[in-house]
DNA sequence: TTGAATACCAAGCGCTTGCTTGGTAGCGTT
DNA sequence: AACGCTACCAAGCAAGCGCTTGGTATTCAA
């Protein structure tokens, strides 16, 4: 159990080594691939994702995400064209965010066993909106996308599910095929997001994340 | 927390040997488990199952569910006080089916690996429609059901949960948790949903069921 | 023959929804 | 000073929603 919550570091700091959260998010901007969170259509898509998460997409009504950010509901459609477009928009950064984050654990650990571990943190986290609001909104809300949407957001998935895969295969897995792996564990590890409480007492994230890990690579 | 596993009788269908779901249905409605699917009641719960699952809650009208059986939309609240009321029903009614079925399962089967087998084929099946229909119902839904709705069809789940932790303790698991194999399991098996097909070449659904035990019962 | 119960129709109410329209205030550029 | 761009407001439309109301046809027991 090295490690590994890297600790969330100020707000401007140029530091070397690991880069904050919001570096991260800086580069991304920066790169293009993410959209300014200070500007109205980020602060938009943040404020629709703690809602979607919170209440479900169907459940939301323009009206909430408007008056989240403080403006009236029709202003909302000078940025986005359509309610679904904003959740499309959500989903696309939520991953964009989620695989970038991922990439830095991974290069970040030794051993391949311990980079499958430092995967099964770095999504527990996410789904546990520890680190990448929004992410459950991946499973959950998925069809609540039309078709076409679902193709646009799966391009930039599959990226993320690539990474899974090869640390999997890397790792040697017990069933031999990383794809299924991958998918018994994805579904393992969203679901922990109806039982699973990081803060309380008893079972730590962590601890889960050894306990998967076990189950999945159990030659430790 | 021993037992459990009682063979539900049946009050109409006296067969020997193993009850079609059929006769399953009859003992169950008999019973008073379950709502008579030929009564009008009955008739629109299993419309409304259909349509829940297919199209999800929110986006299935009132007016679809009275479509499908053939009445106008306004009737439908002579048998139901609201759309809520219906998904709670349709929650209840596969519950009980569900777990039923299972009981039988499990029943029948020799070792308590086998059990454990029998189970997650019970639940592969129920999940990708081919012996209960609507029973993804109960896992993509739940959100959309109000908290005093959720508690009541809680105690009902808790029985069909329970039924898998004695067979998981019996089996002996790799994580000597049977609450937290259950969980990782359940996450597993209903991820499966969104990927798996039953009908297609490649897997088959026996063969994933192997696959999955092998990973929860290491043991073979 | 009456009366109650069941199952449904016909019509529509009141509300919420996503979205549109026309206009304006502020700001940076030329 | 004039322009254009971004960001937003004020007002409201059309459609769809869950649900209500008042009434009718059928059935069956008393």
Same mark, same amino acid.
């Given at each position: 159990?090295?490690?590994?919550?890297?600790?969330?570091?100020?707000?401007?700091?140029?530091?070397?080594?690991v880069p904050s959260p919001r570096q991260l998010v800086s580069a991304l901007v920066a790169d293009g691939l993410l959209t300014d969170p200070d500007s109205p259509r980020g602060r938009l898509l943040n404020a629709a994702?703690?809602?979607?998460?919170?209440?479900?997409?169907?459940?939301?009504?323009?009206?909430?995400?408007?008056?989240?950010?403080?403006? %009236?509901?029709?202003?909302?459609?000078? *940025?986005?064209?359509?309610?679904?477009?904003?959740?499309? +928009?959500?989903?696309?950064?939520?991953?964009?965010?989620?695989?970038?984050?991922?990439?830095?654990?991974?290069?970040?650990?030794?051993?391949?066993?311990?980079?499958?571990?430092?995967?099964?943190?770095?999504? @527990?986290?996410?789904? *546990?909106? @520890?680190?990448?609001?929004?992410?459950?909104?991946?499973?959950?809300?998925?069809?609540?996308?039309?078709?076409?949407?679902?193709?646009?957001?799966?391009? %930039?998935?599959?990226?993320?599910?690539?990474?899974?895969?090869?640390?999997?295969?890397?790792? +040697?897995?017990?069933?031999?095929?990383?794809?299924?792996?991958?998918?018994?564990?994805? +579904?393992?590890?969203? *679901?922990? *997001?109806?039982?699973?409480?990081?803060?309380?007492?008893?079972?730590?994230?962590?601890?889960?994340?050894?306990?998967?890990?076990?189950?999945?690579?159990?030659?430790?």
């Amino acid at each position: 159990m090295s490690n590994s919550v890297q600790q969330s570091g100020g707000g401007a700091g140029k530091s070397q080594g690991v880069p904050s959260p919001r570096q991260l998010v800086s580069a991304l901007v920066a790169d293009g691939l993410l959209t300014d969170p200070d500007s109205p259509r980020g602060r938009l898509l943040n404020a629709a994702a703690r809602l979607f998460e919170q209440k479900g997409f169907a459940r939301t009504t323009v009206r909430d995400i408007a008056a989240e950010v403080g403006i %009236l509901s029709g202003s909302i459609f000078h *940025h986005f064209a359509s309610k679904e477009e904003i959740l499309c +928009g959500v989903m696309r950064e939520v991953t964009v965010f989620a695989r970038a984050r991922m990439e830095q654990a991974v290069a970040r650990a030794g051993t391949p066993r311990q980079q499958l571990r430092a995967c099964i943190v770095c999504e @527990l986290e996410a789904i *546990h909106g @520890l680190a990448v609001p929004g992410f459950s909104i991946l499973v959950v809300e998925w069809r609540s996308l039309s078709p076409q949407s679902q193709k646009r957001v799966l391009r %930039l998935r599959d990226d993320y599910e690539q990474l899974w895969r090869d640390v999997i295969a890397a790792a +040697g897995n017990p069933c031999e095929d990383p794809a299924l792996a991958r998918r018994l564990l994805l +579904g393992a590890l969203t *679901h922990t *997001h109806t039982w699973f409480k990081p803060r309380s007492r008893g079972l730590s994230l962590p601890e889960l994340a050894d306990r998967v890990l076990q189950l999945f690579a159990p030659a430790g």
